[in-house]
């Protein structure tokens, strides 16, 4: 059965540090990949998705980017954290095509100070 | 951009009552989801209805789409307090050269009261 994994599960990083927080995907392959934040409350924000590996879509512009450097890992970073980054940060996959239903990690929650 | 958009915002019900929540939308779509997320977790799909299907259930929930008012609804029955958690719907609609867009709305909260 297919898994992911994403870490760490909370993160509190003082404003201007860098950010790295990593997904991974076990038992599919070519699996798309997916980033959300979500605000307090709110609905979820795509940030990126990748179709494949090297292939990033932004969504937003914005203070972060994204990798996928393997098949089932996907990175989401930062060179300088703003204090509007904080958030619940979600890594998801989905079969094939976008319309197929979406799988998420049990979240990142970042606090910037 | 805002799609699909749920309704109540929030719900409290007693257990063993019905819950019901609607999700209303803009554009034509391919399918709508709905999930559910845990206070502090990742959401988890509960149920996909496509574009040319009515009804559709899984266990307690039963999922209506009407796609001439554009609109859907979730209805959890015999509720229990394991069901308290924020429910979203997400559609799903074509954005050309082969692609497909989802988008979440911003959900309903649900709380069962034991």
């Known amino acids: 059965s297919q898994t992911i994994h994403q870490w760490p599960a909370t993160l509190v990083q003082p404003v201007g540090s860098p950010l790295s927080l990593e997904c991974t995907v076990e038992?599919?392959?070519?699996?798309?990949l997916y980033w959300y934040r979500q605000a307090a409350g709110r609905g979820l924000q795509l940030l990126f998705y990748?179709?494949?590996?090297?292939?990033i879509s932004s969504e937003v512009p914005q203070n972060l980017s994204a990798s996928r450097p393997q098949d089932r890992q996907f990175i989401l970073s930062s060179k300088k954290l703003l204090l509007s980054d904080s958030g619940f940060y979600l890594c998801?996959?989905?079969?094939?095509?976008?319309?197929?239903?979406?799988?998420f990690g049990d979240g990142t929650r970042l606090s910037i100070l | 951009s805002q799609q699909g958009e749920e309704d109540p915002q929030a719900l409290s019900i007693q257990e063993g009552e019905n819950a019901t929540m609607n999700c209303s939308y803009k554009?034509?779509?391919?399918?709508l989801q709905w999930y559910r997320q845990n206070s502090g977790r990742g959401l988890v799909h509960l149920i996909l209805?496509?574009?040319?299907?009515r009804e559709k259930h899984s266990g307690r929930l039963r999922v209506t789409l009407d796609t001439s008012k554009k609109s859907s609804s979730l209805l959890i029955t015999a509720s229990r307090a394991a069901d308290t958690a924020s429910y979203f719907c997400?559609?799903?609609?074509?954005?050309?050269?082969?692609?497909?867009?989802?988008?979440f709305g911003k959900g309903t909260k649900l709380s069962v009261i034991p």
């Open positions: 998801a996959w989905s079969e094939g095509q976008h319309h197929q239903p979406q799988h």
């Open positions: 038992g599919t392959s070519n699996p798309n």
């Open positions: 990748s179709v494949g590996i090297g292939q």
């Open positions: 554009t034509s779509i391919n399918n």
């Open positions: 209805i496509r574009s040319n299907e």
């Open positions: 997400a559609t799903v609609s074509y954005s050309g050269a082969g692609s497909y867009q989802l988008t």
